[in-house]
């Protein structure tokens, strides 16, 4: 399992954002994201169309986004936060501050 915290550069509120995003990606019949539960206001859970496992979101503080990446095959683990930073780079690259990794 890794914990992400994801940090904006500006102060803008990230989780929002990026759950706007993700849909639009979707709606357009593009992307590798799946919203694999009902919208909730503070959570969401997306998985990979490719790699098993999930990725789990909770807004943090203001400007924070809590992430928890896991699976029960630590490859795809690997893959599924490769993903998940590629995916963060090129959608919002010059809107975060900093991305910190924590194992377990």
Do not use: C
Not at 14 to 31: D, P, S, W
């Amino acid at each position: 399992m890794k914990l992400l915290q994801v940090l904006s550069r500006d102060g803008s509120r990230l989780y929002g954002a990026m759950i706007r995003k993700q849909a639009e990606i979707r709606r357009n019949g593009r992307g590798t994201f799946l919203r694999a539960r009902a919208r909730k206001r503070n959570a969401a859970r997306w998985t990979h169309v490719r790699y098993k496992g999930s990725i789990n979101f909770e807004p943090g503080s203001s400007e924070a986004v809590e992430i928890v990446v896991q699976s029960p095959d630590r490859g795809d683990e690997a893959r599924l936060l490769s993903s998940l930073l590629g995916w963060l780079d090129r959608h919002f690259g010059k809107q975060l501050s900093s991305i910190k990794i924590e194992y377990r």
